[in-house]
């Protein structure tokens, strides 16, 4: 016999074999085999699960000023920092740079160009501006001002908690002492995504 007839009559024996099985097994258990095989190829051609975007580079943007709020750690008191409706922009870039200029609600222009020492002073307490690199770990962002209107900042790391929902971005300051009044403070700032 040759080693291809050999092979033929192993192929026939098996099928045979495995055509009793199935026959000893029943209609249903067929069914409930032939059901699984169909079930498995369905769920092998569905897409991976898209996992969540990560917080990094959810972050990375145009971004406008939707509030800052100071709020009192030990009373929950909350005040507008820069008025009502303070104008400001955030950008983030994918490499990790980012600036940010926050003005207030009702800035008042000088009497003329050339501005008395008391106009500065007002248009000062009235904007924020602050410019250098980050990093986010969790929903933490930390930020290395290499500018800063507050020259206390520049050159220092400042974190604050960070969370995005949809089209929302808040920062939720670390506690602080305020130096208006020496109250422990957190600073809440909301921006809403331009681009």
């Not at 030990?74 to 950008?91: D, F, M, Q, R, V």
């Not at 501005?115 to 290395?144: M, P, V």
Request: glycine fraction near 8%; aromatic fraction near 8%; hydrophobic fraction near 40%.
């Amino acid at each position: 016999m040759s080693v291809l007839s050999c092979s033929k009559m192993h192929f026939i024996g098996a099928f045979a074999r495995a055509s009793r099985a199935f026959n000893l097994l029943g209609e249903d258990a067929m069914k409930r085999t032939l059901i699984s095989v169909i079930a498995l190829a369905f769920l092998l051609t569905l897409p991976p699960h898209a996992p969540a975007q990560d917080l990094a580079s959810q972050v990375v943007g145009v971004w406008k000023l939707s509030s800052q709020l100071r709020k009192e750690v030990a009373t929950g008191a909350t005040l507008n920092s820069y008025g009502e409706k303070p104008i400001g922009n955030l950008i983030a870039t994918r490499g990790g740079h980012s600036t940010f200029v926050i003005v207030g609600t009702d800035r008042k222009a000088p009497a003329s160009p050339n501005l008395t020492d008391a106009e500065r002073i007002e248009l000062f307490k009235t904007l924020a501006f602050g410019s250098g690199t980050y990093k986010i770990e969790g929903n933490k962002i930390s930020t290395h001002y290499d500018t800063s209107w507050h020259q206390l900042w520049t050159g220092r790391d400042l974190s604050s908690q960070v969370e995005i929902k949809g089209n929302t971005l808040t920062f939720t300051s670390e506690p602080f002492k305020a130096s208006i009044d020496g109250k422990e403070i957190v600073v809440v700032t909301t921006w809403e995504r331009v681009e």
